[in-house]
């Protein structure tokens, strides 16, 4: 049974059953008359897609296959910059694919700028331990109080109070 099983980077568990999500999306396609011509397509351009990441894996890691028509092929760059880069690439990219198969006359490049949500940052977790606190602690009620001192002590304060609930 599990022989029959795609890759496990292509399965998906859908009501309790293993389902490969390409067939999947094929299975969808076909049953929508309107989407079944899209399919072709989509084949194509995913299968080109791979052999560009072949061909240049570290640039194409923010490049996609946006279209192929009349021998032309319309690249999809993250920014300017990768766009660039590929621009210089291209004459290498046409000759290899062709090497591989494909029928690419011309290459054209858009830069597709995404909106880019950025990764929160992750909340620090420090610990500062009792004996560190204590010290602390001693040295903000030693230091002398004056003009010089007042950015200091107002920020071991601060520290004081942010970690005062630490059981370390």
Not at 25 to 37: G, I, Q
Not at 66 to 95: F, R, S, Y
């Amino acid at each position: 049974m599990s022989a029959s099983l795609p890759p496990p980077h292509r399965i998906h568990i859908k009501r309790g059953r293993a389902v490969s999500m390409a067939s999947g999306a094929s299975d969808f396609l076909r049953a929508n008359d309107k989407l079944a011509p899209l399919l072709p397509a989509i084949q194509r351009n995913l299968a080109l897609q791979k052999d560009c990441e072949t061909i240049f894996s570290s640039l194409f890691e923010y490049c996609e296959v946006m279209q192929v028509a009349d021998g032309e092929l319309v690249l999809g760059a993250a920014n300017a910059a990768i766009a660039t880069k590929l621009k210089q690439q291209c004459p290498k990219l046409q000759l290899q694919l062709q090497q591989r198969g494909w029928q690419i006359n011309a290459i054209r490049i858009k830069v597709q700028v995404k909106r880019v949500i950025e990764k929160p940052l992750p909340v620090k977790q420090l610990s500062i331990p009792k004996t560190a606190l204590q010290a602390l602690s001693n040295l903000e009620k030693n230091i002398e109080n004056n003009a010089q001192n007042a950015d200091l002590r107002a920020a071991l304060m601060r520290l004081l109070q942010r970690h005062s609930g630490t059981d370390n």
